[in-house]
């Protein structure tokens, strides 16, 4: 990923995960990603909003990653 890309989402711990690769891991695209990854996608996915964009398997997986503690909820604006 190139850090001055606008689908590149900079995370706190200094990782960049691209807004497709996140997509293409949560849609199981990519068989090698570890749950780690998997994670990490739903939670780019949640964060930038696009979980409740991309259409309604998208924004019902993600509610249930949130709800059973696996990902956390996006934060407004003003708590970032």
């Known amino acids: ?6 689908f590149s ?3 706190n711990n200094g990782d960049n995960m691209e807004i497709f690769d996140a997509i293409n891991i949560a ?10 990854k998997r994670i990490e ?4 996915l949640i964060d930038e909003g696009w ?3 991309l259409g309604s398997w998208f924004k019902e997986t ?3 990653l949130i ?7 996006r934060q407004a604006e003003g708590d970032k």
Do not use: F, L, M, Y
């Not at 990923?1 to 606008?6: A, E, G, L």
């Not at 849609?27 to 780690?36: F, N, Q, V």
């Not at 709800?67 to 909820?73: A, K, L």
């Open 67 to 73: 709800e059973t503690g696996v990902c956390t909820p």
């Open 1 to 6: 990923p190139h850090r001055d890309s606008p």
């Open 51 to 53: 979980s409740n964009s």
């Open 41 to 44: 996608a739903w939670q780019t």
């Open 27 to 36: 849609e199981g695209g990519d068989p090698t990603a570890s749950d780690e």
């Open 62 to 64: 993600a509610e249930k």
């Open 9 to 11: 989402i900079q995370h």
